[in-house]
């Protein structure tokens, strides 16, 4: 439970521009990342909290700047829809548009990781290209701002009442070992009653 307080802290950090619980939270991550087996992450957000730490040392006036607002952005106008700006910026604008559409013929980066220069072409233009991709997008009126929530669609409603559904039967259909006879030796994933003469083996 703790740990889940701690990923919506985060949460809260980032959709509310609280500097002060954003760092303490980065701050308490690392332990939780590296109790996932992730520890690139642990690794390298020890690192990152290092720096913010001494951020107002290493690099004078951008703590002022992320004191005004500047660790999250908001490209919509749906209340909580801020999200990191390394999120914003990285995920969001320049992975996404640089996903192959049309497989690994395609013109994203799966259809050129064996050409080493046409690698390196797409490393250094990408970020320029995301940039013209989303400036064609807003001259049409498809760009990424809107007011709507995506969860609110009939469809996207639909989707989330069935996994709750789903989930909620998955758990009633556990098996309960401790409203079993007390006797015998019961496997968990398939609810059978282990042989006599394997219980007695086992209890001996």
Known sequence: MDHVWLVLQLNEGVKTNELLLYFHNIHLMPVLFFSYDCQNYARYLIMFSVLLANIDDTHPGALDLLKRRAISVARSMIPGSREDVNRTIIEETIMRDSKAHSGASGTGISGITRNYAAYQRWISAMHEISKYTAATFSLVDMGFYTDHHKDVRKSEVKRSQDNVSKTVDAFKNFLNPFSLEKD?????????????????????
């Open 184 to 204: 015998k030796l019961y496997c968990v994933a398939s609810a059978a009653a282990v042989p006599p003469c394997r219980n007695r083996e086992r209890s001996s």
